[in-house]
């Protein structure tokens, strides 16, 4: 890693942080840009200052605490947490570290170890970071190369997520023939492959080897090819992989991803842990999937607090309503209204032609262009191409555009 890192104390003492502070300024890796302190708005200002480490000094060491540990390595899943630990409570130190801390060292040690325990962690951290060829993914970006990614997203399960993401990666390759894939990242029971009549030959699960090495070729060599031209990366078949793939190699994978395609759907579903939320940092667009009822409107409503939490942009996120109906269910405008929010696009329910879609694997949008699930997804396509031409256009327009209308 380079010299340089960012790093902020949080605490709640500020003689304690001052402290701190000090010791900090004898290492040549580290620069201690702020002291945040303890509040409701923590979190936020943890995020907007986007350290690189984050030391917790942990003398006020309480249950309370450990929550919060949980809660920055969650939001803030690549920023290295040292705790500066309470003398003689290890059980307090255990509980860190189960919650996401990755070291700590001691209140009375702290002056003389704190410096050098950075070092090694960092030092760890470099090693055991995938190797992404960051040069090329640099240069792609300022070539303008770099594709976009789309997460189909929601907060609550069996909403429609799969169906939405199978028939809009196809839709997009359709409309525009441009390189399109489709990561599913629902690396325990994915549908991808079912709903797409695929055999899943190779997946994700071939790159755990190479985690440390992953070059865009490895990438290339696990991914299938769908008939309607759409590139496609399945999860591991083995629950046992499964749960070795962890969040940075997702992140790389999905990297590599834009490098090679123009679009790049994922289909995300409604889980949401650090790999989830490295995903949705790194999308262009995320559409929220809900069905009209409160279960999951309630579920919707607390994500998009979170998504301004996490201080996207509005136009990062759109709603798309699904199983609606003229006849039943909350309406639109009044689930807009309520939100504030718009609804991006609706998709009836149809139940006959999207079982049959699923249960013989051809997607609705090929063989049924015409129906109106069909045209929905096909509107979300041209959504999205018109706000990545927005985006990349000389005379770009405010990105709201249609992409948020009612
Ligand atoms: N517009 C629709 N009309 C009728 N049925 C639908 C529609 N959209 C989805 N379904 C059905 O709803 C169920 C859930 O769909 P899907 O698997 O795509 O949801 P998901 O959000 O990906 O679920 P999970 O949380 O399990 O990943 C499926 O049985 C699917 O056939
Ligand atoms: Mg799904």
């Given at each position: 890693m380079p010299a340089g890192y960012k790093a902020v104390i949080l605490s709640d003492s500020a003689s304690g942080s001052a402290r701190l502070r000090r010791t900090l300024l004898s290492s040549a890796n580290v620069n201690v840009v702020d002291a945040?302190?303890?509040?409701?708005?923590?979190?936020?200002?943890?995020?907007?200052?986007?350290?690189?480490?984050?030391?917790?000094?942990?003398?006020?060491?309480?249950?309370?605490?450990?929550?919060?540990?949980?809660?920055?390595?969650?939001?803030?899943?690549?920023s290295l947490i040292v705790l500066v630990?309470?003398?003689?409570?290890?059980?307090?130190?255990?509980?860190?570290?189960?919650?996401?801390?990755?070291?700590?060292?001691t209140q009375s040690s702290a002056e003389s170890a704190l410096?050098?325990?950075?070092?090694?962690?960092?030092?760890?951290?470099?090693?055991?970071?995938?190797?992404?060829?960051?040069?090329?993914?640099?240069?792609?970006?300022?070539?303008?190369?770099?594709?976009?990614?789309?997460s189909i997203f929601s907060a609550k399960?069996?909403?429609?997520?799969?169906?939405?993401?199978?028939?809009?990666?196809?839709?997009?390759?359709?409309?525009?023939?441009?390189?399109v894939c489709l990561f599913d990242c629902d690396l325990h029971f994915g549908n991808v492959a079912v709903l797409l009549n695929l055999w899943p030959q190779a997946t994700l699960g071939e790159l755990l080897p190479?985690?440390?090495?992953?070059?865009?070729?490895?990438?290339?060599?696990?991914?299938?090819?769908?008939?309607?031209?759409?590139?496609?990366?399945?999860?591991?078949?083995?629950?046992?992989?499964?749960?070795?793939?962890?969040?940075?190699?997702v992140a790389n994978v999905v990297e590599?991803?834009?490098?090679?395609?123009?679009?790049?759907?994922?289909?995300?579903?409604?889980?949401?842990?650090?790999?989830?939320?490295?995903?949705?940092?790194?999308s262009f667009r995320i559409v929220l999937v809900t069905t009209p009822e409160v279960p999951a409107l309630h579920n919707l409503r607390r994500m998009l607090q979170l998504t301004e939490d996490l201080g996207y942009p509005r136009e990062?996120?759109?709603?798309?309503?699904?199983?609606?109906?003229?006849?039943?269910?909350?309406?639109?405008?009044?689930?807009?209204?309520?939100?504030?929010?718009?609804?991006?696009?609706?998709?009836?329910?149809d139940g006959r032609l999207v079982t049959q879609a699923a249960n013989r694997g051809v997607p609705f949008i090929i063989d049924a262009p015409r129906s109106a699930p069909a045209r929905a997804v096909s509107e979300l396509a041209k959504l999205i191409v018109e706000s990545d031409r927005e985006q990349e256009g000389p005379e770009s327009p405010p990105a709201r555009s249609r992409w948020l209308r009612s």
């Amino acid at each position: 890693m380079p010299a340089g890192y960012k790093a902020v104390i949080l605490s709640d003492s500020a003689s304690g942080s001052a402290r701190l502070r000090r010791t900090l300024l004898s290492s040549a890796n580290v620069n201690v840009v702020d002291a945040v302190p303890l509040g409701p708005d923590t979190l936020t200002a943890l995020r907007s200052r986007e350290p690189n480490i984050i030391i917790v000094d942990a003398a006020w060491g309480s249950k309370a605490d450990v929550e919060l540990i949980r809660s920055i390595a969650t939001v803030l899943p690549t920023s290295l947490i040292v705790l500066v630990a309470p003398d003689g409570d290890m059980e307090y130190a255990q509980q860190a570290l189960l919650s996401g801390a990755r070291g700590f060292v001691t209140q009375s040690s702290a002056e003389s170890a704190l410096v050098d325990a950075l070092d090694q962690m960092l030092q760890l951290e470099t090693s055991r970071r995938p190797r992404l060829p960051l040069d090329e993914r640099s240069r792609a970006e300022a070539e303008g190369r770099e594709g976009r990614l789309i997460s189909i997203f929601s907060a609550k399960g069996g909403v429609g997520c799969t169906v939405i993401a199978v028939n809009l990666a196809v839709a997009l390759r359709k409309h525009t023939e441009e390189a399109v894939c489709l990561f599913d990242c629902d690396l325990h029971f994915g549908n991808v492959a079912v709903l797409l009549n695929l055999w899943p030959q190779a997946t994700l699960g071939e790159l755990l080897p190479y985690a440390d090495d992953l070059t865009p070729e490895l990438v290339e060599e696990v991914m299938l090819t769908h008939n309607s031209g759409v590139r496609v990366l399945l999860p591991p078949t083995a629950f046992e992989e499964a749960e070795k793939v962890d969040p940075a190699l997702v992140a790389n994978v999905v990297e590599i991803l834009k490098q090679r395609h123009k679009f790049v759907i994922a289909d995300v579903g409604a889980r949401l842990d650090s790999t989830a939320l490295a995903i949705l940092d790194s999308s262009f667009r995320i559409v929220l999937v809900t069905t009209p009822e409160v279960p999951a409107l309630h579920n919707l409503r607390r994500m998009l607090q979170l998504t301004e939490d996490l201080g996207y942009p509005r136009e990062k996120v759109a709603i798309l309503g699904n199983r609606f109906s003229a006849g039943w269910g909350i309406q639109s405008t009044e689930i807009a209204e309520t939100l504030g929010y718009p609804i991006s696009v609706t998709l009836p329910s149809d139940g006959r032609l999207v079982t049959q879609a699923a249960n013989r694997g051809v997607p609705f949008i090929i063989d049924a262009p015409r129906s109106a699930p069909a045209r929905a997804v096909s509107e979300l396509a041209k959504l999205i191409v018109e706000s990545d031409r927005e985006q990349e256009g000389p005379e770009s327009p405010p990105a709201r555009s249609r992409w948020l209308r009612s």
